[in-house]
């Protein structure tokens, strides 16, 4: 049995159906409600994408009918802009294309004269609302800008004013405001916006005699004509200054900035010494409503207009926002600004001083002078927020950029609403919650949970010995201790005090672990190099650092207190030998040894000279002694620093850097060993302190 083949689709028959009931529907008025269309459309039979080329074409052969048939009958607006609104509302019934009412308005706009356009234009700011809704935003933005742009070609800058700031006004409220069409990102200048005028000296109406400022002000008192101050070289200083104003770049080149800076004083000095004076009488209701009317977006270059121009409040006006304006670009910071573009002091100099004189010019200029001013100041300050906005790159204003923000939905047809009352049920506390309800704390995965866990106590984990990232003094600079030592015989280019890495850290350290590293040095520390002062505080720190094991041993011991009794001079030298290089079985202490018994034969010679009973108190003064005796020498510190002996320049420095007696005690004894050194003993500072009377300071030496 044969079966029937379906239907063939006739675009022509279904071409004429549609079209008689699209002209029923605009025929009652029915553009709003097109029920009856879209049952037909439901019923007739063909593919959807057939039967919605059919209607785009349909709509589009009503809309030329009627421009044929009523050509420039003003009517004409009403009666395509009825078949515009019935297509809207097709297109929301999924019955033709979404972008099909651009393209109806777009050949509207085509077809009519520019009066008729400007009453379409009216029709399409109202429906801003509709252009901007999620059905149509997307399908026709781009035909809407590429209308609004045809449209200002057709249009004229000067006569069409009004339409074109419309159409600006329009796409403003279209499109967001970080929109990248819209927007000059690189900053580029319109250098197509060249002013003409009469650059030929010799064929000139005006005189080539100079006006000096003095003849002009004399002119001005007299109320004399303008005309008689107007020569062709303030008429060319004047118009000179626009391509200045057409391409600022051109004020970073040395021979154009000094032209710039000659027109801008030349004309600056004759606008202020030529004042306009405010009018009074009966007619100045009349002159003020005409100003206020009156726009002009770019003046005439005529040479003829020149003194009617020089008082023309709002032709000075334009010439002090212009240069204010350039002034900002000059010294404001643009991101696609070459790096080699930029002022020097001079420069600044001189655009701060003329940038007074023009904000006081402006408010010598009626009328509302100081209003106007601070108005100027009000918005180029304005100016500088969007400036900024531009350098990072024109960051989004709107807060919802996701992926659903346009629509309002989740993209499944589920209403917005809904699913933000299903999700605030739904939604897990959040930490602030539990920590506030003593719940356990949950951060959102469970290894970060696991983490926040380990220690309950937050402060007891940031004391805990585990944080301490710092090595001691003892650990960092124990190598560097036997380095300095003289007994180990390190040349100064292999120490680590000469190495950068080390030194950077070792002051850190310091800094941290030391108050050596805040004490006040003496001149003759103060000014030396890195490594010397690391040398010298290192010296100082090792000797509170504990000795090693070896020093410890009988027999070393021993062999100390021998040495002790046949040289008592070298005691401390021994002490450190043995800290340092271990006892007697260390084989590369003999050569030490025997040079000590060498200075041990010297030794008793000298003593043989003057014998010195030596003690226990012929050793270096150790750190925490002079913590000790500077907290019981704080108040009598200047009378111990003169019995030590110390400069009167050294007493004066200590005085200045600190206000704490107590500090002033520790910095007098610190200066006092860096200039004596070893000889900085305990019984030298009893002698001190005995001649002071610091009893108590005496008995924690002792």
């Known amino acids: 049995m044969a079966t029937l083949d379906p239907p063939i689709f006739m675009f022509d028959n279904a071409r004429q159906k549609f079209r008689t009931e699209l002209e029923q529907c605009v025929l009652k008025h029915e553009v709003k409600n097109v029920s009856t269309f879209s049952d037909f459309y439901k019923t007739y039979i063909g593919a959807d994408l057939e039967k919605r080329t059919v209607v785009d074409q349909t709509l589009r052969d009503l809309v030329r009918m009627k421009i044929e048939e009523l050509g420039n009958n003003p ?54 609302s509709v252009w901007k809704s999620s059905s149509f935003y997307n399908a026709g933005k781009n035909y809407l800008l590429r209308m609004c742009n045809d449209l200002l070609r057709r249009l004229s800058q000067s006569r069409n004013t009004v339409f ?122 009349n002159q003020q409503s005409t100003y206020k009317k009156s726009y002009f977006p770019k003046f005439l270059t005529s040479e003829k207009l020149s003194d009617l121009q020089l008082s023309d409040r709002m032709f000075r006006r334009q010439i002090f926002v212009q240069v204010l304006i350039l002034f900002r670009y000059l010294t404001g910071v643009v991101k696609f600004k070459g ?35 601070a108005y100027v100041k009000h918005m180029l300050g304005r100016e500088d927020f969007w400036v900024t906005w531009k350098n990072r790159g024109c960051p989004s204003f709107m807060r919802g950029t996701g992926k659903n923000s346009t629509t309002g939905g989740s993209g499944d047809g589920e209403p917005a609403a809904k699913r933000m009352k299903i999700n605030s049920i739904n939604k ?24 926040w866990a380990i220690c309950p106590d937050n402060f007891e984990s940031c004391r805990s010995a585990d944080r301490e990232y710092l090595p001691s003094l003892e650990q960092f600079f124990s190598e560097s201790a036997d380095q300095e030592d003289p007994i180990n015989q390190i040349e100064d280019q292999y120490k680590l005090t000469r190495d950068p890495h080390f030194q950077w850290k070792g002051l850190r350290l310091l800094s941290n672990r030391s108050q050596l590293f805040f004490t006040s040095q003496p001149v003759q520390v103060q000014f030396k190099s890195i490594p010397d002062y690391l040398g010298n505080v290192i010296k100082k720190i090792s000797k509170d650092f504990p000795k090693p094991v070896g020093a410890g041993d009988p027999a070393a ?26 006892g007697d079985d260390d ?9 000590a018994t060498e200075e041990e034969s010297q030794n008793e010679e000298s003593d043989n000279i003057s014998p010195t009973p030596t003690d226990e108190n012929d050793v270096e003064v150790s750190s925490e002694d002079l913590d000790a005796v500077a907290e019981k020498s704080g108040e009598n510190w200047k009378k111990l620093a003169q019995l030590l002996q110390l400069k009167a320049k050294d007493i004066k420095e200590i005085q200045e850097d600190s206000d704490d007696n107590i500090m002033r005690a520790r910095q007098t004894l610190v200066t006092w060993q860096d200039y004596n050194d070893k000889s900085a003993t305990k019984s030298a500072l009893l002698e001190a302190l005995v001649a002071c009377g610091l009893d108590d300071a005496v008995k924690i030496i002792k």
Not at 178 to 186: I, M, P, R, T
Not at 348 to 368: D, F, G, N, V
Request: glycine letters at 6%; one cysteine or more; proline letters at 4%.
């Open 75 to 128: 009517l004409v607006v009403e009666e395509t802009l009825k078949i515009v609104s019935c297509g809207i509302t097709v297109a929301k019934s999924a019955s033709c294309s979404l972008s099909m009412p651009f393209i109806l308005l777009g050949d509207i706009l085509d077809c009519l004269t520019l009066d008729l356009c400007d009453q379409v234009f009216t029709y399409i700011e109202e429906g801003v």
């Open 164 to 285: 074109c700031g419309r159409i600006q006004l329009f796409l403003a409220r279209l499109f967001p405001l970080d929109e990248k069409s819209a927007l000059n990102l690189v900053s580029q200048f319109n250098l197509e916006n060249v002013t003409v005028f009469n650059k030929d000296a010799g064929n000139t109406t005006l005189t080539n005699e100079q006006v000096d400022a003095d003849a002009m002000e004399v002119e001005s008192s007299l109320n004399t004509s303008s005309s008689s101050i107007i020569d062709y070289k303030l008429y060319s200083n004047i118009w000179n200054l626009q391509d200045m104003f057409r391409y600022p770049v051109q004020c970073y080149t040395k021979e154009l900035w000094d032209q710039f800076v000659k027109n801008s004083e030349s004309v600056m000095r004759v606008l202020s010494s030529y004042k306009i004076e405010s009018t009074g009488g009966g007619n100045s209701g």
């Open 339 to 373: 790096n080699s573009l930029v002022l020097n002091e001079a420069q600044r100099k001189w655009i701060s001083e003329t940038e007074t004189k023009i904000h006081l010019l402006m408010e010598e200029t009626p009328p509302h002078g100081k209003k106007f001013a």
């Open 428 to 451: 897990p506390s959040s930490i602030a919650d539990d920590f506030i309800n003593d719940r356990p704390l949950g951060l959102g995965s469970p290894e970060l949970t696991k983490l």
């Open 557 to 582: 011991d021993k062999t100390d207190e021998a040495m002790e009794e046949e040289s008592p001079s070298n005691g401390d030298d021994a002490k450190d030998t043995d800290v340092l290089g271990g």
């Open 587 to 595: 084989e590369l202490n003999e050569p030490e040894l025997e040079g």
